[in-house]
């Protein structure tokens, strides 16, 4: 079977998608070098043009692409939730690609995307870059697809729509309660890898603890209960290990870092205060209840499916920049 597909024709004949679907419905629209161009690479691919590739100028597909880092994450999950619930108010199907496999090479899962001829994509990978962020622009631009990031975010530049909190504050706020609690030795539990979100909430635990005079403390571990609880079995072993307030950049790296200290005899939150990230079931589930930031997962995928449909319809969003407002929930791991 013929696998070769629009996109393989426009990269092989260095033209975009609208100039081989033009070519093939409106050849008379084409420059005559450039149709013969992409005829020879068609007919050498032996591409055969399916009915959403013969209406690509002038027709829709009703579907969506999300790309999502990893669907365990139960914060993932519920923003598809929102996505999905706005997407069927407009008929719109979902097309899902799960970056979790390191092997997978982003760039040739986003060819594939534009590819299977989407009206749009909603971009929920957290581990953005500037590169990843310029592979996005050109889609956006040269072969017209319009992209909306939910819940991540390229702060350095606001080309692509984008719905998420203020992270830097979120994470200003909270260490900032541990401070009123009179805790001094505060930690951050971040990730090792580099996650855009998880830079920002970084960058407002620090100028928190340096507006207290405080020493700072960030422990990178994994978002893997298995690994992280090893290193906060290491890292806290001994009683003379100063911690007494914890900011968590997510709310699973919290509730393991809880159980770990309570199996060491450690009271929650006596002993170590601490305050987790995005509301989860997990911060209502364990015990202690997890004090944490409520980031409005669900809202953020609604917001973002239905700014993705205006992109689609032509119509400009003057903000590109779209924070939602987040609360702070105070339950049982802080005073």
């Given at each position: 079977?013929?696998?070769?597909?629009?996109y393989?024709?426009?990269?092989a004949?260095?033209?975009s998608?609208?100039?081989?679907?033009?070519?093939?419905?409106?050849?008379q629209?084409v420059?005559?070098?450039?149709?013969?161009?992409?005829l020879?690479v068609?007919?050498?691919?032996g591409?055969?043009?399916?009915a959403?590739a013969k209406?690509?100028?002038?027709?829709k597909?009703?579907?969506?692409?999300?790309i999502?880092?990893?669907m365990?994450?139960?914060?993932?999950?519920?923003?598809?939730?929102?996505?999905?619930?706005?997407?069927?108010k407009?008929?719109?199907s979902?097309l899902?690609?799960?970056?979790?496999?390191e092997k997978?090479?982003?760039?040739?899962?986003l060819?594939?995307?534009?590819?299977?001829?989407?009206?749009g994509?909603?971009y929920?990978?957290?581990?953005?870059?500037?590169?990843?962020?310029?592979?996005?622009n050109?889609i956006?631009?040269e072969?017209?697809?319009?992209?909306?990031?939910?819940?991540?975010?390229?702060?350095?530049?606001?080309?692509l729509?984008t719905v998420?909190?203020?992270?830097?504050?979120?994470?200003?706020?909270?260490?900032?309660?541990?401070?009123a609690?009179?805790?001094?030795?505060?930690y951050?539990?971040?990730?090792?890898?580099?996650?855009?979100?998880?830079?920002?909430?970084?960058?407002?635990?620090?100028?928190?603890?340096?507006?207290?005079?405080?020493?700072?403390?960030?422990?990178?571990?994994?978002?893997?209960?298995a690994?992280?609880?090893?290193?906060?079995?290491?890292?806290?072993?001994?009683e003379?290990?100063?911690?007494?307030?914890i900011?968590?950049?997510?709310?699973?790296i919290?509730?393991?870092?809880?159980?770990?200290?309570?199996?060491?005899?450690?009271r929650i939150?006596?002993?170590v205060?601490?305050?987790?990230?995005?509301?989860?079931?997990?911060?209502?589930l364990?015990?202690?209840?997890?004090s944490?930031?409520?980031?409005?997962?669900?809202?953020?995928?609604a917001?973002?499916?239905?700014?993705?449909?205006?992109?689609?319809?032509g119509e400009v969003?003057?903000v590109?920049?779209?924070?939602?407002?987040?609360?702070?929930?105070?339950?049982?791991t802080?005073?």
């Amino acid at each position: 079977m013929n696998k070769a597909t629009i996109y393989n024709v426009a990269y092989a004949a260095n033209v975009s998608l609208a100039t081989v679907s033009r070519t093939l419905n409106n050849p008379q629209k084409v420059k005559p070098e450039t149709r013969e161009r992409v005829l020879r690479v068609i007919k050498e691919l032996g591409y055969k043009p399916n009915a959403f590739a013969k209406g690509l100028a002038s027709k829709k597909s009703t579907t969506v692409a999300v790309i999502v880092p990893d669907m365990s994450r139960a914060s993932v999950a519920e923003m598809l939730n929102g996505i999905a619930v706005e997407a069927r108010k407009y008929n719109y199907s979902l097309l899902l690609y799960v970056m979790k496999d390191e092997k997978i090479d982003e760039a040739e899962m986003l060819k594939e995307v534009v590819a299977n001829q989407v009206d749009g994509i909603l971009y929920l990978n957290d581990e953005i870059n500037e590169a990843q962020y310029m592979m996005l622009n050109v889609i956006q631009d040269e072969y017209k697809v319009p992209i909306v990031l939910a819940n991540t975010l390229y702060p350095y530049d606001n080309k692509l729509v984008t719905v998420c909190i203020d992270y830097f504050k979120a994470a200003y706020e909270i260490t900032g309660r541990l401070i009123a609690e009179g805790r001094k030795h505060i930690y951050l539990l971040t990730t090792a890898r580099k996650y855009m979100v998880n830079d920002l909430k970084e960058e407002g635990y620090l100028k928190a603890i340096k507006e207290a005079h405080l020493n700072p403390n960030v422990i990178r571990t994994s978002g893997d209960i298995a690994i992280n609880t090893v290193h906060f079995n290491e890292l806290f072993k001994s009683e003379h290990e100063a911690v007494d307030g914890i900011v968590a950049v997510r709310d699973s790296i919290a509730v393991s870092f809880v159980n770990t200290m309570i199996e060491k005899g450690k009271r929650i939150p006596e002993d170590v205060s601490v305050y987790g990230f995005q509301n989860t079931k997990y911060s209502t589930l364990c015990r202690p209840k997890l004090s944490c930031v409520d980031v409005p997962i669900n809202e953020i995928g609604a917001k973002a499916m239905s700014l993705l449909k205006r992109e689609i319809d032509g119509e400009v969003n003057e903000v590109k920049f779209n924070v939602l407002p987040h609360n702070i929930i105070t339950r049982q791991t802080s005073r």
